[in-house]
């Protein structure tokens, strides 16, 4: 039984597998929280079909070199509930705002991900860039009169957080959205930046043989990263979000 679906994640490729959800998996096996992914495919082109082919679980191999010691670590990941393809299925989508377990939102859209479409449409299902994608969905959250979301931007641009809002901003403005949601998308989410560092080295192809036979499993979306980790990240979340009690490398950065 998979937990209470509580994590909107933007992407699913090798890095936020690698990392963010490896967090929230070993927060989870801890005790320290108790909640799922939601998957959202952020491109027309994505994995989601692959990882839910095998229940949207994965096995993760840490390597590297941790207190003067060498480690081989191997977890297997099933903090994914389950993924939504917008693209295929855009209602499915926009009902994620109804739900009122949901509290976080991650991201990583690679470097490109956070930019804004001038010709991007409210009425677009979905719209093609992320920051529209995600003005959508917070809308139909405002709409709904839920609190808003701790917003996690891992993408590899400096001041992603500000960005992403800066962007949301914008398309609330050109949807003529309202004054209310324009002041609701401000004050009531979080749009927090972050700095991720982990060399994250993903499917391990020249050694997946080997590895399957060491797990007993097949497995398609196998990952592999560094042990070493930051995750520097604006605001001070530690209160629903214990990674620092959980012995992670992580700074709150008020």
Known sequence: MKAKERIIQFGEG???????DYFFQKLNDKGLFEGSVVVVQPIKTGMCE???????????????VDNGKVVDEHTHIDVISRCINPYEDYEGYLSLA???DFRFIVSNTTEAGIVYEDDNKLSDSPANSFPAKLTALLYERFKA??????????ELIDHNGEELLKC????ACKWELG?????????????????VDRI???????????????????????????????WVIQGNHEDELPLQKAGFNVVFDR
């Open 14 to 20: 090798g890095f936020l597998r690698g990392f963010v």
């Open 50 to 64: 692959m990882l839910e082919a095998q229940n949207c679980e994965y096995n993760l191999f840490l390597r590297g």
């Open 98 to 100: 109804k739900n009122p």
């Open 145 to 154: 009169g839920l609190p808003g979301f701790i917003i996690l931007s891992c």
């Open 168 to 171: 949301c901003k914008q398309y």
């Open 179 to 195: 004054a209310d949601f324009a002041s609701w998308l401000e004050k009531e989410n979080s749009f927090c930046s972050t700095l």
């Open 200 to 230: 994250v080295t993903g499917f391990p192809r020249d050694e997946h043989k080997s590895l399957e036979e060491r797990i007993g499993q097949t497995d398609n979306m196998m990952d592999t990263a560094e042990i070493f980790h930051l």
